[in-house]
């Protein structure tokens, strides 16, 4: 809970989730469970993984994001059925919406999946069945994103892409995205790619901009025509290409206390928030790997307003940017924009307290 008056605005905001991994939504309680019901040892010669609270104290020191991938990495060898998917993905929901989440654009990394014999099918399939089962029961709508993990080699992933057109070109998947290290992986290693992903009008997106410099947003932008950019921090380092970013309405996916936790700036005072408030930049704030980071998407809220002091109007902007960039269909963004603008009549008139 922040500190700030508006704490319950923040709270009653309809919410727009665009960068959520849902390998990143394994909490240590299922982690665990998983463990014990598929009989998938966790690392006995790491002590993190003796208990929950060592496993949950140790993720709040992660010293790289390469540091925290190796532990990212190792849990999701406890995912091996559809149901295994499933109730992962609808955990993620249920938190989700609990902190006001209406519609949320999930990544999901296949490879990870099938590069350790687990089958494609059989994570759409544990996914789907949780994104149906979340719009049924809680109203939420979802997308799924298929990632491609940057340090795996390039034919992998065009291989990847092969398997899963036919999800993409029906609509089951929303579009792509590129994850996993940034560096030394630059974009234009997958722009083959993100080409055969254009000229089929799938929807792209792309990590870039977290741990590498702006020259990688830039690359995204250029090199794999992308339509949104995730994390994208650093583009405050390059005022032409920040300008043409609030220009061309691209939405950034901001990750606040993941950027902190994995050492890209010191604190959260420290992301340009209010620099592409200034600068006219479409962002939404997200969690990134909420079981991992210490926090939902109602703490990433809560820490950006102790940092920033926004201001209702500011929050009001936040969250219509976040619908004008998701790419669910028209007739949902009015649905969402309705629910902003009832809230905030209500923030207005003073019915929303805490």
């Known amino acids: ?91 993620y929901f249920q938190r989700a919406h609990a902190q006001g989440v209406r519609h949320a654009e999930v990544f999901f990394d296949p490879q990870a999946h099938t590069t350790r014999g687990v089958a494609y099918e059989t994570v759409i399939s544990g996914f789907t069945t949780a994104c149906q089962r979340a719009e049924r029961e809680l109203g939420l709508s979802t997308l799924l994103i298929m990632c491609f993990l ?24 929303a579009g792509i995205g590129l994850d996993s290290n940034e560096l030394p992986f630059p974009p234009p290693l997958f722009s083959e790619l993100y080409a055969i992903a254009a000229s089929k009008e799938i929807k792209r997106t792309a990590h870039a901009g977290e741990e590498a410099p702006a020259g990688y947003v830039r690359a995204a932008l250029d090199e794999l025509s992308v339509q949104r950019i995730d994390h994208g921090i650093r583009l405050a380092d390059d005022a032409e290409l920040m300008a043409r970013v609030a220009r061309e309405q691209t939405l950034v996916t901001v990750c606040p206390l993941s950027n902190v936790l994995l050492q890209c700036v010191p604190s959260v005072a420290e992301l340009p928030i209010r620099r592409f408030l200034e600068a006219g930049v479409q962002f939404s704030i997200n969690s990134d790997d909420p079981a991992y980071f210490g926090g939902y998407i109602q703490e990433n809220y809560c820490a950006v307003q102790d940092a920033f002091e926004l201001s209702a109007q500011e929050w009001r902007g936040i969250c219509e940017a976040g619908i004008r960039g998701s790419w669910c269909a028209e007739e949902r963004k009015g649905e969402l924009r309705g629910f902003v603008e009832e809230v905030m009549t209500r923030w207005d008139r003073g019915e929303i307290q805490a």
């Not at 923040?10 to 309680?29: D, I, Q, Y």
């Not at 940057?150 to 998947?173: F, I, M, Q, Y």
Request: proline share 10%; glycine share 2%; charged share 15%.
């Open 1 to 91: 809970m922040c500190k700030s008056p508006l704490h319950p605005l923040l709270t009653a905001l309809p919410k727009c989730e665009h960068h959520m991994h849902l390998e990143g939504a394994l909490s240590p309680t299922l982690l665990f469970n998983l463990s014990r019901k598929n009989n998938i040892p966790l690392p006995a010669s790491n002590p993190a993984y003796t208990s929950l609270e060592t496993l949950t104290t140790r993720y709040a020191s992660f010293s790289s994001l390469s540091d925290f991938l190796t532990y990212y990495t190792t849990a999701q060898s406890v995912l091996l059925t559809p149901s295994d998917f499933e109730d992962l993905a609808w955990d």
């Open 150 to 173: 940057r340090h795996l080699p390039v034919p992998h992933a065009l291989e990847t892409l092969n398997t899963a057109l036919p999800d993409l070109e029906s609509g089951k998947l």
